[in-house]
């Protein structure tokens, strides 16, 4: 399978409530890319209202055993922001962006980082697509 198939598999379509199949989709991520694996991240830290926050809790504990990456500070903290429903000051957000943008085609990464913030002013949009430029043009 390949990372875009694996993607569109997972979006909007994650089995939080089968946690069997959602730990199998966390292993299966890490054998496709780093992009795959922070994309199951994403749909963890962003499920719909109606999955608990101690089912998110606990898929992103298995999510983050035994997974390493030079990104995962910037985007655990984002993600952690998310799962407390909290969010990064937009400042913030730029910054952890900032520290992604060397890393072409860390798009989910890049993701979970833009959606961790309120961005009313459209700074970190700005920065986003500043980014996405960057990849898609290298």
């Not at 799962?83 to 992604?100: G, S, Y």
């Not at 980082?113 to 043009?137: H, L, M, P, R």
């Amino acid at each position: 399978m390949t990372e875009q198939e694996f993607i569109e598999s997972i979006d909007f379509s994650f089995p939080y409530n089968d946690k069997e199949k959602a730990i199998e989709l966390i292993l299966q991520g890490r054998t496709i890319s780093a992009n795959a694996t922070f994309m199951v991240l994403h749909e963890i830290v962003r499920s719909p209202s109606e999955v608990n926050k101690v089912t998110k809790e606990t898929l992103f504990n298995h999510w983050s055993k035994g997974f390493s990456h030079e990104l995962l500070p910037q985007v655990k903290e984002a993600a952690s922001a998310l799962l407390a429903n909290e969010e990064l000051p937009v400042e913030r957000a730029i910054e952890l962006m900032e520290k992604i943008k060397n890393h072409t085609g860390e798009y989910c990464a890049l993701s979970i980082v833009y959606f961790s913030c309120d961005d009313t002013e459209g700074k970190a949009d700005e920065k986003y697509n500043q980014i996405v430029e960057q990849w898609q043009s290298a």
